[in-house]
């Protein structure tokens, strides 16, 4: 770890001496908050469905991720008639409501104009940034309504390139989430949204996902294959270490599920993170940050009651202080 934690210092000083400017990863994203190179890691709470189709659940998410000192909230929109295969429109589910089928089931947690109108305005007021994964090109039309602050390209849709170019018809910047994909599948999508406002988050897509499935050395790879695009990290993991290690190795944002109890019922609460760890795990990020410092050795103000009292040779360096 500590050779991939020096490279970017040792390129600067390589790029320095060649009369070359580092590469930069910048998206601006407007209202002071950008992510890339130089920046805070932005962290992003994905409350996704786990709203469970409630606007209580929804605002009482919203009101902790802005108490966590997170940057941004994110869900996830689907038209059902296109999203869910009609082989399964008619599959018996048990749910919260009782049973109903499965595309009754995926209406009655997809929320509209009425509740989206209400987040939207729900989250300017808490101050903080929301936006969406959309599943279908309809659901893109219906986000770009709340003029958000980027999107989010699920990893089950990375092969989906109608739905990649129908998102950067919208000018906005896009997350490409990459689990479940191969490097093929990668470079292909990367192609067709192209070069300019894109991020890309590796991923695993298992929930949750064990320790030696999350391939943390892949956001050093996905830089070194793209190193003028910001790259970041989507976590489906249980525990935060690994987020916090993900952000030392580079990662320029993160993105973790987020529940108020992970004993809830829904498919994605059990690789959530509740309220007390955020907090924790923003907490966590940034001292990591601030460790990390600059790579540039010095001898801080700290050290000199220890150096007088422990150092049996002192330099004239140090003596000349």
């Given amino acids: 770890m500590a050779a991939s934690e020096n490279l970017p210092n040792l390129l600067y000083i390589v790029n320095k001496h060649l009369n070359k400017q580092p590469a930069m990863r910048i998206i601006d994203l407007g209202n002071n908050k950008k992510i890339g190179d130089g920046q805070p890691s932005y962290i992003i709470a994905e409350i996704g469905i786990n709203h469970n189709g409630s606007m209580d659940i929804t605002k009482k998410l919203i009101d902790a991720a802005a108490e966590c000192h997170c940057d941004a909230v994110k869900f996830q929109k689907r038209t059902p008639?296109?999203?869910?295969?009609?082989?399964?429109?008619?599959?018996?589910?048990?749910?919260p409501w009782g049973q109903m089928t499965y595309i009754d089931y995926k209406r009655k947690t997809e929320f509209g104009m009425d509740e989206y109108a209400e987040i939207d305005s729900y989250c300017k007021a808490k101050g903080i940034a929301w936006f969406a994964s959309c599943w279908d090109e309809p659901s893109v039309d219906f986000i770009e309504q709340f003029n958000p602050v980027m999107y989010k390209l699920a990893s089950a849709s990375l092969t989906d390139h109608d739905l990649i170019k129908k998102i950067k018809a919208t000018g906005k910047p896009l997350i490409l989430s990459t689990g479940m994909s191969t490097q093929h599948e990668i470079v292909d999508a990367v192609k067709v949204f192209g070069m300019h406002n894109l991020l890309i988050a590796h991923s695993t897509s298992s929930y949750p996902c064990p320790p030696e499935e999350l391939n943390l050395r892949m956001i050093n790879t996905l830089q070194e294959m793209y190193p003028d695009t910001p790259v970041g990290y989507s976590g489906h993991e249980t525990g935060l270490a690994t987020t916090v290690v993900a952000v030392a190795i580079g990662a320029c944002f993160v993105e973790r599920h987020f529940t108020l109890d992970r004993a809830m019922w829904g498919s994605d609460h059990a690789a959530s993170v509740e309220v007390p760890g955020m907090a924790k795990l923003v907490r966590d990020i940034r001292s990591a940050e601030v460790?990390?410092?600059?790579?540039?050795?010095?001898?801080?103000?700290?050290?000199?009651?220890?150096?007088?009292?422990?150092r049996r040779v002192q330099t004239h360096q140090m003596n000349g202080k």
Avoid: F, H
């Fill in 81 to 95: 008639e296109l999203c869910v295969p009609k082989d399964q429109w008619n599959v018996m589910r048990d749910t």
């Fill in 291 to 310: 460790a990390l410092g600059d790579g540039v050795k010095k001898v801080y103000d700290s050290e000199l009651g220890p150096l007088k009292r422990l």
